[in-house]
Nanobody, 118 residues
């Protein structure tokens, strides 16, 4: 089992930048890691994901502004967020996912709040 702890959220002005971190209690090298977000009254949505091979994908709404990266040696995943908009306001969750031998393994962090407001 993997425990995930997010950090780095806070209040930032529109146009600003912030970096979220997700620290895992164990090795993440075999997991696809993702960042999801959930705004009030909305469903949780995928923001960005990175496979264990380093391939990435992004929601259209954040392409060109957000960058996901991973440091397997530190068991940490990052989400660099630039040109932030008020609509980026949400609770951001870290996710670890793996499928092996027909079984799925998925873990979530507790979330970190990002508020983009002037």
């Amino acid at each position: 089992q993997v425990q995930l702890v997010e950090s780095g959220g806070g209040l930032v002005q529109p146009g600003g930048s912030l970096r979220l971190s997700c620290a895992a209690s164990g090795s993440i090298s075999i997991y696809t890691m993702g960042w999801y977000r959930q705004a009030p009254g909305k469903q949780r949505e995928l923001v960005a994901a990175i496979t264990n091979g380093g391939s990435t994908n992004y929601a259209d709404s954040v392409k060109g502004r957000f960058t996901i990266s991973r440091d397997n040696a530190k068991n940490t995943v990052y989400l660099q967020m630039n040109s932030l908009k008020p609509e980026d306001t949400a609770v951001y969750y870290c996710n670890a996912f793996m499928r092996r031998w027909g079984l799925s393994y998925e873990y979530w962090g507790q979330g970190t709040q990002l508020t983009v407001s002037s």
